[in-house]
T-cell receptor, first 113, second 111 residues
Framework: NAGVTQTPKFQVLKTGQSMTLQCAQDMNHNSMYWYRQDPGMGLRLIYYSASEGTTDKGEVPNGYNVSRLNKREFSLRLESAAPSQTSVYFC????????????FGPGTRLTVT | QQPVQSPQAVILREGEDAVINCSSSKALYSVHWYRQKHGEAPVFLMILLKGGEQKGHEKISASFNEKKQQSSLYLTASQLSYSGTYFCGTEEKAGANNLFFGTGTRLTVIP
């Protein structure tokens, strides 16, 4: 049981480049999430998917797109990276319901120069 | 909206107790607590629901005052392994599943 996996672990991009962060979970969870974590800011929700086929914006969606490819996979795309998107990105998943603790992946550290 | 945590940082000696507070300006359905060690992913500690139900860690307790829109995490007889940054996440309505996280409380336990 791998839990939540993310690729890549580290990435350096130049301003304007695009990339996709991959996330997969093997816990049969319906809900999946993408967060970014910046120093002093805590975790901020970018997008989430309550079930396969649905996605919704979180607090900070600008500059990002997501795809819920199937129940297991939820990807985050940066179309034109900016230095302000330098951050650590975490994917998480959970069951749907009241005791919906979130399980986090190991994170992707992204630097945009 | 983002909840406010206090204190921002605390240093304890092994065996001492600490309380971490989380407050929101919005009515809450649930409060989640997570701990994150440096360079690692956040790990679930506890969920407290409106109405009193809770689920979580055996050695760490928490309270949820719905009227005051506040939650507190109680760390008793702290161990070195308790060191890390503690985050509260608030859920404003049932089934929303999207949490608003506080900025964290950095706890350091020293021998």
């Amino acid at each position: 049981n791998a839990g939540v996996t993310q690729t890549p672990k580290f990435q350096v991009l130049k301003t304007g480049q695009s990339m996709t962060l991959q996330c997969a979970q093997d816990m049969n969870h319906n809900s999946m999430y993408w967060y970014r974590q910046d120093p002093g800011m805590g975790l901020r929700l970018i997008y989430y998917s309550a079930s396969e086929g649905t996605t919704d914006k979180g607090e900070v969606p600008n500059g990002y797109n997501v795809s819920r490819l199937n129940k297991r996979e939820f990807s985050l795309r940066l179309e034109s990276a900016a230095p302000s998107q330098t951050s650590v990105y975490f994917c998480a998943s959970s069951v749907t319901g009241p005791f919906s603790e979130q399980y986090f992946g190991p994170g992707t550290r992204l630097t945009v120069t | 909206q983002q909840p406010v945590q206090s204190p921002q940082a605390v240093i304890l000696r092994e065996g001492e107790d600490a309380v971490i507070n989380c407050s929101s300006s919005k009515a809450l359905y649930s409060v989640h607590w997570y701990r994150q060690k440096h360079g690692e992913a956040p790990v679930f500690l506890m969920i407290l629901l409106k109405g009193g139900e809770q689920k979580g860690h055996e050695k760490i307790s928490a309270s949820f005052n719905e009227k005051k829109q506040q939650s507190s995490l109680y760390l008793t007889a702290s161990q070195l392994s308790y060191s890390g940054t503690y985050f509260c996440g608030t859920e404003e309505k049932a089934g929303a599943n999207n949490l608003f996280f506080g900025t964290g409380t950095r706890l350091t336990v020293i021998p």
